[in-house]
């Protein structure tokens, strides 16, 4: 069981928004920031979100962070075919002292 | 341009050990810690640990602790994890991925992959 609990599936039609969800089981992630990945089958993760709320340079816009307490949640607004993938958040967990993940979540756009 | 490139895929006996590298160019190669990461088929991202190449000090997940080995080469920008006794549960794809600090902060470039498969 992860550490950080994401629902594993989300989904909504076309130029729709939807929300993601990323919940510590304990306050060990302190005040850690949270980060986000983008996953396309056979490829390796991309950083569409860092320090809970910042965007590289070349993600859009319509990919937005916030963290309250031990919660964090990944937004996408304008929604497109082409975001179809899986999103992990990431954080520090102060006690373990590792890097942990969520166990991931699948996005459908209908 | 930044880029982590890492070595190819593997086939290992249970029993075996496997090194990966990960050849960092592009960056300062000491300005950024080395984390790795694997992923096991069809599942999600499981931290390992991370090497600080300036010092070449390691930090590994628990789990980890005894069987995995994480190393570099500076002269030539090279990161290497070594994980050994393979069982057939450590096929996985292992990335390579840098962040600034020891702490995962965000992880801006990763490496491609290597697919390590343990199999009798």
């Known amino acids: 069981q992860s550490v950080l609990t994401q629902p594993p599936s989300v989904s909504a039609a076309p130029g729709q928004k939807v929300t993601i969800s990323c919940s510590a089981s304990?306050?060990?992630?302190?005040?850690?920031?949270v980060s986000w990945y983008q996953q396309f089958p056979g490829t390796a993760p991309k950083l569409i979100i860092y320090?809970?709320?910042k965007r590289p340079s070349g993600i859009p816009d319509r990919f937005s962070g916030s963290k309250s307490g031990t919660s964090a949640t990944l937004g996408i607004t304008g929604l497109q075919t082409g975001d179809e993938a899986v999103y992990y958040c990431?954080?520090?967990?102060?006690?373990?002292?590792?890097?942990?993940f969520g166990g991931g979540t699948k996005l459908t756009v209908l | 341009q930044v880029q982590l490139v890492q070595s190819g895929a593997e086939v290992k006996k249970p029993g075996a050990s496997v090194k990966v590298s990960c050849k960092a160019s592009?960056?300062?190669?000491?300005?950024?810690?080395i984390h790795w990461v694997r992923q096991a088929p069809g599942q999600g991202l499981e931290w390992m640990g991370w090497?600080?190449?300036?010092?070449?000090?390691?930090r590994y997940a628990q789990k980890f602790q005894g069987w995995v080995t994480m190393t570099r080469d500076t002269s030539i920008s090279t990161a290497y994890m070594e994980l050994n006794n393979l069982k057939s549960d450590d096929t996985a794809v292992y990335y390579c991925?840098?962040?600034?600090?020891?702490?995962?902060?965000?992880?801006?470039?990763w490496g491609q992959g290597t697919l390590v498969t343990v199999s009798s």
């Open positions: 991925a840098r962040d600034p600090y020891d702490i995962l902060t965000g992880y801006d470039y």
């Open positions: 592009g960056y300062t190669f000491s300005g950024y810690y």
């Open positions: 090497i600080n190449p300036k010092s070449g000090g390691t």
């Open positions: 304990s306050s060990e992630i302190g005040n850690n920031y």
């Open positions: 320090d809970n709320n």
């Open positions: 990431a954080t520090w967990h102060n006690g373990l002292n590792t890097g942990v």
